[in-house]
């Protein structure tokens, strides 16, 4: 018998979304081990499915049953403002019947969800914000400076984090964000906002990092320098920039190559490659399921990461970055990347471009690559120390263990 109260994990996506799958589930099921936990989430109806994310589906559902994790999938209807209702009602019947005492809402649909059954019960309610919402509708023209639609999503937002029993924010940039905006002065209790960055199981990439030599031999890798990006193919991960400075590296580097793995679909960025001039020999663009991310990343050399500069960025505490150095990766990073930014800097991580100077980055990339900064041993054992002293899985579980436990003594 667990002794400690029953956590609701709440989140408006698929069990098999490669976020929520590989660092919310996964903490959820290390997290089991010391409470019960369920889980509910959106799914799409079977005809939706391809028959792999189906398969997948099924073996992510049964690996939380498996660890006594339960598991509510809700509809997904085609309306958040019909969903949220719906994961309100699952949500306090979550409480009532199902004994929940704390409700860990990630992002802000599944936290209004949250909201609205908070004052009918006294279970208590985590907003695990994970970025800024509506900052980032903002950037993606979603919603018009000026508008009703923008004031009222600002009007949700700061009753979300005025009704939040607790907050977890991914960077300190993000907790001084909101508690230097004017218009939440009288809303947020700092004592309520723990920083929890985005961090990974680094036990994923020692089987990988013990094989790199003969993962680069069978790529085909030996004798280059290897470029590598892994994540998605949003606007906002500036893939058009990043691939200008590849072609550039490229024709100045002849022993460099690219590599990708790109989630949904690779072709729009093979598309961008070959419109670059990076020649077919010299990149091996994919989408890798999530378990074989490390493999892919432990047998490269460099990783990728220039991000849109905008404050919906600035704060954030991106998950590639820990893949990177958990593989022992330095990076090439720009643009709004919250914290890492001064990791980088301080800790000889990689180096700092413009995104919007592509011929700059590009040369600095060569000077930092014929200087040893991006290619030698050194380089990679300055990354992998600092995954392990700082970006290890097993600290986020004890953060948030520790967040649970204070909410239940309220």
């Known amino acids: ?18 976020i929520s799958h590989l660092h919310g589930l996964e903490q959820t099921v290390a997290l089991s081990a010391e409470r019960p936990f369920s889980v ?30 339960a598991h509510w999938p809700m509809p997904v209807v085609g309306t ?28 802000y649909f599944p936290g209004i969800m949250a909201m609205l059954v908070r004052p009918l019960v006294n279970a208590r309610f985590l907003f695990d914000m994970r970025g800024l919402f509506v900052d980032e509708y903002l950037l993606e023209g979603a919603f018009e400076p ?28 993000f907790r001084d964000h909101l508690m230097e905006r004017s218009d939440l002065d ?70 460099a190559r690219f590599a990708a793995t790109v989630y949904p679909n690779p072709e ?11 020649p077919p020999g010299r990149m091996d663009l994919t989408t890798s399921p999530v378990e074989e991310v490390p493999g892919f990343l432990a047998a490269a050399d460099v990783g990728l990461m220039l991000i849109d500069d905008d404050i919906s960025k600035q704060v954030c505490a991106p998950i590639k970055f820990s893949e990177y150095m958990a593989a022992g990766l330095p990076v090439v990073a720009g643009g709004g990347i919250g914290d890492t930014r001064d990791w980088i800097d301080q800790h000889s991580l990689g180096i700092l471009v413009d995104p919007d100077d592509p011929a700059g980055a590009a040369e600095a990339v060569a000077t930092a690559a014929a200087q040893g900064d991006l290619r030698s041993d050194s380089a990679r054992r300055r990354c992998l120390t600092f995954a392990a002293d700082r970006l290890d899985m097993r600290d986020t579980l004890s953060d948030y263990e520790t967040i649970y436990r204070t909410l239940e003594r309220r």
């Open 146 to 173: 000026g508008t009703a639609r923008l004031r009222f999503a600002r009007w949700l937002e700061r009753r979300l984090l005025r009704r939040a029993d607790a907050i977890v924010v991914v960077s300190e940039r």
């Open 268 to 278: 729009a960025l093979r598309r961008m490659a070959l419109a670059e001039g990076i």
């Open 1 to 18: 018998m667990k002794p400690r109260g029953r956590v609701l994990y709440l989140v408006r996506e698929s069990l098999t979304a490669p």
């Open 80 to 107: 958040r403002w019909l969903e949220i209702p719906m994961g309100a009602t699952a949500v306090l019947a979550s409480v009532v019947f199902g004994g929940t005492r704390v409700v860990h809402a990630r992002s």
């Open 186 to 255: 009288r809303v947020l209790d700092p004592d309520k906002i723990t920083v929890i960055p985005n961090r990974v199981d680094l036990r994923r990439f020692k089987g990988p990092l013990d094989r790199r030599e003969a993962a680069r031999a069978r790529r085909g890798w030996n004798g280059s320098l290897v470029f590598a990006y892994a994540g998605s193919s949003a606007k906002w991960h500036r893939l058009d920039r990043t691939v200008e400075l590849v072609a550039r590296v490229l024709g100045a580097m002849p022993e």
């Open 40 to 69: 509910i989430s959106f799914e799409p109806w079977r005809r939706g499915r391809s028959a792999n994310d189906a398969a997948e589906y099924e073996r992510v559902r049964q690996r939380l049953l498996a660890h006594d994790v």
